[in-house]
């Protein structure tokens, strides 16, 4: 196999050149380049059946290192009629997030960097700069200064942590002595929402402290928690010598985007002494618009908040924050420090490892801080500011229809909204199982097309689409065509029944 620097194969030992590592990295570039101008015209939803993509792969790895010109040519052959286009424009789906250039370039640097930030001294740069850049985005979210905050990959992690550090403060020697066979130990008791997000379910369960320990409150109308039911849930839970010991409260819940009453949450969970966890994941972020920090209302009294910036902040996936007001709980839950891990400055400066399961940690904020300091505050508010307007302007299209109606408020960037036309006289039960099979088969026609991408969710027992703005990409020219979209699947399923 020739070693030469122009060959694209590996040399006989040692890395890539740098001239070719230079050679493919600018060619890489413009494939990117190439990839956003045209991903439009790529179908959101990959057309791939399953398997597809592993019946054309070898079955074991090759012998012998291959020419990069042959590994880039299989990204657009093998790769990318395998991907669900995140970055295209009218990915509506879930809750529609993307990537942006100077999130990029952050990857890129730190996969270059490739430092492991278990200790300060393993890399300075990602500790030090992980604090300033987590305080820039908590002032810009408007959020008290004595929090502090941790990254970790995903929200289903943050929130995990918080309810561990929770749980370290009942004082339970649950962290030396555990909970598996334990006469003393009361049930543990968690309440959140029956809107809350299932990572708050798998928390739990690896915390071992059992689903059982996780109390579901009802929502009202708009599918906001319950304040006078959980405070009634807690004290029936009290009664029955248990132990409630957290509340999580969502702003911003995945179903439907609402907002819990935090302000009466709080002052709940203060009453009886309990951790106040907000689940922030998806809406957090647009606190960062000054007129919309009113949805953190009553989070300057949680004890923890969780934030995605991989969500709605522009952040290619992953970086979620905690926000903290007893880190030194999260500390008492993680940190364990073997000999090979001491270090002379370690009373002095954070060290990652202490915060959590994992030792060593990416340098996920170089990113951030690379995002921040691209767009400034007023860059991102207006580009999130731009995407409610957007959601706004769909959601009066849906109401100002006699054949769709809005299923939920709209605070943010997402619309839940049907089909609803008339049908013949038909009882209630068979209406609104004819609705939810019409619904169906309008978001599976639209996402069939190729060109837009929608998800689904249940409210009020009644199949809802929803369409979330999230992508940098999208304007208004993306909106109108997906309501285009959605009016002609409605006429032609209508057409034929
Ligand atoms: N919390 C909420 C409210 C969410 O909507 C989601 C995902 O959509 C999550 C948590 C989980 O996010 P992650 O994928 O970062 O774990």
Redesign the pocket.
């Given at each position: 196999m020739p070693d030469d620097n122009e060959s694209g194969f590996a040399p006989q030992l040692g890395d890539m050149s740098t001239q070719e590592f230079r050679r493919f990295g600018y060619e890489l570039i413009d494939w990117i380049s190439n990839y956003f101008d045209r991903v439009e015209e790529r179908p959101v939803l990959s057309q791939i059946e399953p398997g597809d993509l592993k019946a054309q792969l070898p079955p074991s790895p090759p012998e012998k290192g291959e020419a990069m010109q042959a590994i880039i040519a299989d990204l657009d052959r093998l790769i990318v009629p395998a991907l669900t286009h995140w970055s295209h424009p009218s990915f509506f789906a879930?809750?529609a997030t993307s990537t942006s250039a100077p999130g990029i370039f952050g990857e890129l640097l730190s996969a270059a960097f490739d430092t492991k930030a278990m200790l300060w001294r393993t890399s300075p740069a990602s500790t030090e700069l992980e604090e300033v850049a987590l305080d820039w985005l908590r002032q810009m979210m408007g959020l008290d200064a004595r929090l502090t905050g941790i990254i970790y990959d995903?929200?289903?992690v943050s929130s995990m942590h918080a309810i561990a550090a929770a749980r370290e403060g009942v004082e339970q020697r649950i962290r030396e002595e555990g909970m598996s066979g334990r006469k003393d130990l009361p049930l543990l008791r968690v309440y959140a929402s029956d809107q809350a997000?299932s990572?708050i379910d798998k928390g739990i369960i690896t915390l071992g402290l059992g689903q059982r320990a996780l109390r579901k409150i009802p929502c009202d109308n708009e599918f906001r928690m319950d304040a006078k039911a959980l405070a009634a849930a807690i004290e029936e839970d009290k009664r029955e010598g248990m132990l409630p010991f957290c509340v999580v409260a969502?702003v911003?819940?995945?179903s439907s985007s609402s907002i819990d009453p935090v302000r009466a949450i709080v002052e709940i969970g203060e009453k009886h002494a309990m951790w106040l966890h907000v689940?922030a994941?998806?809406a957090g972020s647009a606190a960062v618009v000054p007129e919309l920090r009113s949805i953190l209302d009553g989070c300057e009294r949680a004890d923890s908040i969780a934030v995605?910036p991989?969500k709605w902040l522009f952040t290619p996936f992953d970086l979620?924050v905690l926000y903290c007001r007893h880190m030194d709980l999260v500390r008492r839950a993680f940190s364990l420090v073997p000999e090979y891990l001491r270090t002379p400055e370690q009373e002095k400066v954070r060290n990652g490892s202490d915060y959590g399961i994992q030792l060593g940690r990416r340098f996920r904020a170089l990113k951030l801080w690379m995002i921040i300091r691209y767009f400034g505050h007023e860059g991102l508010a207006a580009r999130i500011r731009e995407h409610c307007r957007l959601a706004r302007l769909f959601a009066s299209w849906v109401e100002r229809s006699e054949s769709w109606e809005r299923m939920a408020p709209v605070p943010l960037g997402l619309v839940c909204f049907r089909a609803c036309p008339e049908l013949d006289s038909v009882n209630e039960e068979t209406r609104e199982q004819r609705l939810d099979g019409l619904n169906e088969a309008i978001m599976h026609g639209v996402n069939a097309t190729g060109k837009a991408l929608l998800s689904h969710t249940r409210l009020n027992d009644k199949l809802t689409l929803r369409l979330s703005i999230g992508n940098i990409r999208t304007t208004e020219t993306h909106v109108r065509q997906v309501w285009d979209l959605l009016n002609h699947q409605l006429q032609t399923i209508r057409a034929h029944h």
């Open positions: 879930y809750f995903t929200a289903s997000h990572s969502t911003g819940t995945t689940d994941a998806y995605n991989h979620s």
